[in-house]
C-alpha cells in the first residue's frame, strides 16, 4: 500500500506545475496575475454555478472534470494568450503533456486524456458550456480591472467580439449580456473601438 500511495503522491505533484504558469489576465481589479491553477479552480465553480442557474440537465461530474483538466497542458506548454498567434498550435503541446501525465506510474485516473479530448473537441454539452464559461471568466477579469490586459496588449473591440461570436449560439442570454459589456468598455475607454 505504501508504494501506491507513494506514487500517487509523486503523481499529484506533477500537477503542482499549474500554479507556475502565470496567465495575462489581472485578478482582483488589477493587483496581479492569475495563474493557471487559480482560473482551473474559478472555471470549475463556474461552470457548477452556470450549470444550476441554465437548468438544462449538466452531467455535473463530467462537467467539473473537464473544468479541472482543461488546462492542464499548460504545466509543460505555458498559458497560450487568446489573441496570440500560437493559439492554434497550442494543442499539440498540451496533448503531450496530459499524455505524459497520464502515463504517470503513479496515475489512477484511467481516463483522463479521453476527458481532456473532450473538452478540447468541445462538442457534448457539458463541454461547450466548458468553453463559454472559459472565455468568460478573463473576460471579466479585463472588465474589473478596467481593461488592464486588453489594454496591456494592445486589444480593440473587433478582437474581443471575433474570440467570443461563438457564445451567441451557445447560450443568447450570456451572449446579450456580453455584448452590453463590451460596449460599456469602449464607453469606458478600456477596449479600443476599432
Known amino acids: 500500500m505504501s508504494d501506491r500511495v507513494s506514487q500517487i503522491a509523486e503523481f499529484l505533484l506533477q500537477f503542482d506545475g499549474l500554479k507556475s504558469v502565470n496567465r495575462r489576465t489581472y485578478i482582483n481589479g488589477g493587483e496581479r496575475v492569475e495563474n493557471s491553477a487559480e482560473h482551473s479552480w474559478h472555471l470549475a465553480i463556474a461552470c457548477w454555478a452556470f450549470a444550476e442557474l441554465l437548468k ?17 497542458g499548460e504545466i509543460d ?5 487568446l489573441y496570440g498567434s ?13 499524455n505524459r501525465l497520464a502515463s ?9 486524456v479521453d ?3 473532450e473538452q478540447e473537441a468541445g462538442q457534448t454539452k457539458e463541454a461547450k458550456l466548458l468553453k463559454v464559461i472559459d472565455r468568460l ?6 472588465m474589473t480591472s478596467e481593461g488592464r490586459a486588453w489594454r ?9 467580439l471575433k474570440a467570443h461570436q461563438f457564445i451567441e449560439s451557445e447560450n443568447e442570454e450570456i451572449y446579450q449580456w456580453f455584448i452590453s459589456q463590451v460596449e460599456f468598455a469602449v464607453g469606458r475607454g478600456w477596449l479600443a473601438a476599432s
Open 86 to 98: 500560437a493559439r492554434s498550435s497550442a494543442h499539440i503541446e498540451e496533448r503531450k503533456c496530459v
Open 115 to 117: 476527458v481532456w479530448e
Open 137 to 142: 471568466l478573463p473576460f471579466l477579469h479585463n
Open 56 to 72: 438544462d440537465d449538466f452531467d455535473l461530474l463530467k462537467l467539473l472534470q473537464l473544468a479541472l483538466v482543461h488546462d492542464l
Open 104 to 112: 504517470h506510474v503513479g496515475n489512477p485516473i484511467a481516463n483522463l
Open 77 to 81: 506548454a505555458g498559458d497560450t494568450f
Open 152 to 160: 496591456n496588449n494592445g486589444i480593440t473591440k473587433s478582437q474581443v
